[in-house]
Nanobody
């Protein structure tokens, strides 16, 4: 079993930034693909960004140029830097780890963008 714990959510105004962190218990973290999903009220969960073991990144069109996914293999942690936030970015953000032990989700962290 792999523990996945998100942190860093909060309430910010439009145009501001948040940095989400995703800490894992997996010592083979370097072999895992790490992704961030989000789910807004009444909507389905959607993929926001993903980073492979080789640090190849992909982004949803809605966040390209504003969000940056990264990973620190020494800390077994992935990050999502969210800049130029918009009210439509308001959602619960979930971290997802996919690797040789299987698939694991965190409990989510709320990010709210409102003036």
């Amino acid at each position: 079993q792999v523990q996945v714990v998100e942190s860093g959510g909060g309430l910010v105004q439009p145009g501001q930034s948040l940095r989400l962190s995703c800490a894992t218990s997996e010592i083979m973290f370097t072999t895992y693909r790490m992704s961030w999903y989000r789910q807004a009220p009444g909507q389905s969960r959607e993929l926001v960004a993903s980073i492979s073991r080789h640090e190849i990144t992909t982004y949803a069109d809605s966040v390209k140029g504003r969000f940056t996914i990264s990973r620190d293999n020494a800390k077994n942690t992935a990050y999502l830097q969210m800049d130029s936030l918009k009210p439509e970015d308001t959602a619960v953000y979930y971290c997802y780890a996919n690797g040789y032990k299987g698939e694991f989700w965190g409990q989510g962290t709320q990010a709210t963008v409102s003036s």
